[in-house]
């Protein structure tokens, strides 16, 4: 991956503040659900969550910024090639290093020391008397030793309601190998962030990767998002409209009882403050007259007497 402040447009001096708008742009700009003719745009979403989940972590931030770790945090070792040269005292015909001298400055990067000697024809031994192998995950003899490699992180997609996401509630997800595990939304989850379950991803010799979940946010048939407020539709009948009446209103919070005063149109939206997502917006209920279903002689004899005896514009 290319450099994480690189990816989010940011310089290394950025807050967190600074880091989680910028992602927050490029998660809505690059989102593959909002760009269907854009084969980049999957590639381009995952580098920007990657960026995010590198700087929004402080340690793994503080381990780049002092070079420990690159910008898919692997660990950084000058030098380290243990498929260089051959096991043996001193250096290999080929200019190489020997095992010894890989360990050394392996260790180096710890701020240790190799322990034991490696003698003529042996690589360096651990306090046990156990060969050190550069791709084992500790000495045998459990002092020194060098990492050995974790499993791969797996990605995987969750569907969240807005309810769900609104109340940062557990949801289950299922993970590619069959198990399904309660994940807990963070407050305030945006679309496109990611959560990072340690050690759920693929096994490996140094232990699991982790799995990373992708939040996305189902079509809701009930509710349509603008930005942090809410939009819903509530049917009324022509009497409530006409004369005002309560009705009762869905919000991501439950259903809530409006007061509708008389003379409402078609199409009026009547505004519930604070009661968009995460409370950050609000909720705009947009009223729709509905007719008694099968016609009704009463209203369209009402509806002959207006238009003939008391008719009124609606359009120019």
Known sequence: MRDPYSVLGVPRSASEKDIKSAYRKL??????????????????????????????????????????????????????????????????????????????????????????????????????????????????????????????????????????????????????????????????????????????????????GDALITVRFAKSKQFRRDGADIRTDVPITLYEAVLGAKVRVPTLDGSVELNLPPGMDTGKALRLKGKGLHGDGDLYANLKVILPPGGDADLEALARFMRDQKPYKVRD
């Open 27 to 208: 998660a809505k700009k690059h989102h593959p659900d909002q760009n269907p003719d854009d084969p980049t745009a999957h590639s381009k979403f995952a580098e920007a969550s990657n960026a995010y989940d590198l700087l929004n972590d402080k340690e793994k931030r503080a381990q780049f910024d002092r070079g420990e770790i690159d910008a898919d945090g692997n660990p950084k070792f000058a030098g380290f090639n243990p498929g260089a040269g051959q096991r043996g005292g001193g250096r290999t015909a080929q200019g190489g290093f020997t095992a010894e001298d890989i360990l050394k400055e392996f260790m180096s990067g710890f701020g240790g020391q190799p322990r034991g000697a490696a003698g003529a024809g042996r690589g360096p031994t651990g306090a046990g008397g156990a060969q050190w192998d550069p791709f084992a995950g500790a000495t045998a003899g459990g002092a020194g030793g060098g990492r050995a490699m974790k499993g791969e992180d797996v990605v995987v997609n969750a569907t969240v309601s807005l309810e769900d996401a609104h109340k940062a509630a557990a949801i289950q997800v299922r993970m590619p190998n069959g198990k399904m595990l309660s994940v807990k939304l963070p407050e305030k989850v945006e679309e496109g962030q990611q959560i990072r379950l340690k050690g759920q991803g693929s096994p490996g010799m140094g232990g699991p």
